[in-house]
T-cell receptor, first 110, second 112 residues
Framework: GENVEQHPSTLSVQEGDSAVIKCTYSDSASNYFPWYKQELGKRPQLIID?????GEKKDQRIAVTLNKTAKHFSLHITETQPEDSAVYFCAGRSFQKLVFGTGTRLLVSP | DVKVTQSSRYLVKRTGEKVFLECVQDMDHENMFWYRQDPGLGLRLIYF???????EKGDIPEGYSVSREKKERFSLILESASTNQTSMYLC???????????FGEGSRLTVL
């Protein structure tokens, strides 16, 4: 089955810096890769996703890149703000199952 | 606005008790999921269902069972709760042709 690994587990940046979170997956049949943001005490919410027929997708300050050959995908956040502080989860989907990474705690300091 | 509602936010149970966690969604979604969330381990899939009365094991089904008698409701059952089942349980749903999961607020279960 699918296995998703996520790094780093914690990431501290200064406001305005960029942040990058990386994930690798094992199942070459996986075709959908979402990213979820979970603020403290709240439910995870989808922030961006990418399908396997696309290499990059952007939405304002966030972008996701996918390298199918290497089986890795990354979340890029530019011009970070304190409200970006949260836990971010990557995931990969294979046969209706969404498998999550272990999460990255991002702390953006003013 | 999609709404996924979990019946209990906080529960405290004793070892050996039977525990029911209920989840209801109001968007006519075909797929429903139960995850548990533990620090450092992320979200791990316990069971999922893609249709009424259908269920599939996730990655950590041991010690759990599920029930989906109606499309909008997906229940997680701990037949005999154990201390290692102390965790945050998250229910989620998604449509047939969309990938986005909509999560409930979670049920924090403590087993003493």
């Amino acid at each position: 089955g699918e296995n998703v690994e996520q790094h780093p587990s914690t990431l501290s940046v200064q406001e305005g810096d960029s942040a990058v979170i990386k994930c690798t997956y094992s199942d070459s049949a996986s075709n959908y890769f979402p990213w979820y943001k979970q603020e403290l005490g709240k439910r995870p919410q989808l922030i961006i996703d990418i399908r396997s027929n696309v290499g990059e997708k952007k939405d304002q300050r966030i972008a996701v890149t996918l390298n199918k050959t290497a089986k890795h995908f990354s979340l890029h956040i530019t011009e970070t703000q304190p409200e970006d502080s949260a836990v971010y989860f990557c995931a990969g989907r294979s046969f209706q199952k969404l498998v999550f990474g272990t999460g990255t705690r991002l702390l953006v300091s003013p | 606005d999609v709404k996924v509602t979990q019946s209990s936010r906080y529960l405290v149970k004793r070892t050996g008790e039977k525990v029911f966690l209920e989840c209801v969604q109001d968007m006519d979604h075909e797929n429903m999921f139960w995850y548990r969330q533990d620090p450092g381990l992320g979200l791990r899939l316990i069971y999922f269902s893609y249709d009424v009365k259908m269920k599939e094991k996730g990655d950590i089904p041991e010690g759990y069972s599920v029930s989906r008698e109606k499309k909008e409701r997906f229940s997680l059952i701990l037949e005999s709760a154990s201390t290692n089942q102390t965790s945050m349980y998250l229910c989620a749903s998604s449509g047939q042709n969309t990938g986005e999961l909509f999560f409930g607020e979670g049920s924090r279960l403590t087993v003493l």
